[in-house]
């Protein structure tokens, strides 16, 4: 969800035979074999980020273990991968309902500690108590059985943001580092796991992890491509989903090409309110007017790629603006980024792990296809960066999708309005990673199922990181007592403190 620029431009979903109608799409997902139990043990800590986590929230209180399932659930007797999943335990067994299923979004991003960042940044204690809170590296990923691309250290640094065409020929010029990754996808010591590594598959394995539980029913907490990984769950399993909460709602087609080109809307949506705090802030010299502060934009990407600033070009300053966009807390950072590179001062540029790197490569192209002719992007390009001129040029651009092999197993899951009307979709309205527009789509396509509520704020993620009063009292209304509101809401802005 909030994990990297990359991951959210891949941040941190799928195939399977539509429920809605394809007789296929019953063999895999009626599979009832019997799963392995869950030996909880405290959670192993390798890192010193891991670390440093630990010592707030509730890590310490963290337990892990580790579910086996089948790598093809139409074989579900046959190979068979690891699945990492954590607990964080009602703290008073009398209130617990049952349990919270979470994913903090990606794809590619590890969902193993998210029970506990969620617990430390403000899920109220009527929640916590009212569940065991269960999160889960999804397959492919972390300490599930990982997949990998042989991604080297440089290509890792360019993560799956494309450059920013300015033309025809940009779009050119980056089809063959494309095709080679792609390539070096489909030939990696990790390949035989890449068609079986979807959003579909995900799925079924949580439900595996329900099973392994002993429950029932689950409820649900997904966030970006968790809110996609959350809509698939409850259309492949409709009558095991108990709670759903979809937050910061992708459109029901997942992390398609359509989704990816959206971002650039999702930055012009948003873009607005960062220049409003830059220009009453006028100790960054960013421009004193929001007029200016979009000006300063054109000029800083326009300068850096031509001449770059410690390996920031126009393409990175403008990821680097998309992430800073991605709550309110991080413009002050932002601001201080642009004035950094406005007098010529580099800035640290961490590269994305390969693990989340490649992983995001399997689920989004193996998801959906995607075209596979130059001149598609190329048109692409050259109708988004008329329409989005802050990222068009860029989230238009070729992608190592266009060149994935074409030997998928089933075909996406089709999202629609058969179920249980137990969605509750949360949604900013000036969201940069998951606009509302796409949100929109989704709500349509579930129908009675779902109710959306939007929040008249910006940023991504609501839940329970916004500070929209009338949005998470919504949430944390529908997890600890089941009302939801009769029809779609707006809450309205919220006075800033």
């Known amino acids: 969800m909030r994990k990297s620029l990359s991951l959210a431009l891949a941040a941190t979903a799928v195939a399977a035979a539509a429920v809605s109608g394809a007789s296929a799409a019953a063999t895999p997902d009626t599979v009832t074999a ?11 800590q390798k890192t010193e980020s891991q670390k440093a986590e630990s010592q707030k929230a509730d890590a310490p209180r963290l337990e892990c273990a580790t579910l086996h399932v089948p790598l093809d659930y139409r074989d579900p007797d046959g190979r068979q991968i690891e699945i990492a999943v954590s607990r964080l335990a009602s703290k008073d067994p009398s209130k617990r309902r049952g349990v919270l299923l979470t994913n903090p979004g990606g794809p590619g991003a590890s969902g193993l500690g998210y029970p506990a960042l969620l617990a430390g940044t403000g899920l109220p204690k009527d929640v916590l108590d009212s569940y065991d809170v269960i999160g889960f590296d999804p397959r492919g990923v972390g300490r599930s059985t990982p997949v990998t691309c042989d ?44 068609p079986y ?15 392994a539980l002993g429950e029932p029913k689950v409820s649900y907490l997904g966030a970006s491509y968790g809110s996609y990984l959350g809509a698939v769950y409850t259309t492949m399993f409709p009558e095991r989903g108990d709670r759903i909460v979809l937050d910061s709602n992708m459109g029901p087609d997942g992390y398609d090409l359509a989704n990816f080109r959206l971002l650039g809307r999702g930055m012009e949506d948003r873009f607005p ?24 934009f054109f000029e800083l990407a326009k300068r850096l790629d031509a001449e770059p600033v410690g390996g920031i070009d126009g393409t990175l300053f403008r990821g680097v603006t998309f992430e800073g966009l991605y709550a309110d807390g991080l413009m002050p950072k932002l601001a201080g980024e642009w004035q950094a590179l406005d007098k010529g001062k580099p800035l640290p540029t961490p590269p994305l792990s390969e693990n989340s790197l490649a992983s995001h490569f399997y ?7 995607w075209p596979g002719k130059v001149q598609d992007y190329q048109r692409n390009t050259a109708i988004d960066r008329l329409k989005y001129p802050m990222l068009g040029g860029a989230t238009g651009n070729i992608k190592p999708c266009a060149y994935w092999p074409d030997n998928r197993v089933e075909p996406p899951v089709r999202i629609g309005d058969r179920g249980p009307s137990n969605v509750l979709m949360m949604q900013n309205e000036r969201d940069p990673g998951t606009p509302l527009v796409g949100a929109m789509k989704l709500r349509r396509a579930f129908g009675d199922r779902a109710v959306l509520v939007t929040a008249d704020q910006g940023g991504h993620g609501v839940y329970p990181f916004g500070r929209n009063t009338c949005a998470n009292n919504t949430v944390t209304a529908f997890l600890t007592n089941g009302k939801r509101p009769a029809e779609d809401l707006a809450c309205a802005a919220e006075p800033k403190k």
């Open 34 to 44: 019997a799963p392995d139990s869950l030996k909880w043990r405290p959670c192993p």
């Open 197 to 211: 590594t979807t959003t579909a598959n995900t799925a079924r394995d949580m439900d595996r992890i329900r099973a």
């Open 273 to 296: 309110d960062f220049a409003a705090y830059a220009a009453a802030h006028p100790e960054y010299g960013l421009g004193t007017t929001t007029k200016r502060v979009t000006a300063k």
């Open 363 to 369: 689920v989004t192209c193996g998801d959906s296809r």
């Open 151 to 194: 991604l080297t250290p440089r290509q890792q640094a360019r993560g799956n943001f494309p450059p920013y065409a300015h033309t025809a020929a940009g779009v050119a010029e980056e089809a063959p580092y494309a095709r080679a990754i792609a390539e070096q996808c489909a030939t990696s010591r990790t390949a035989w796991m890449r």
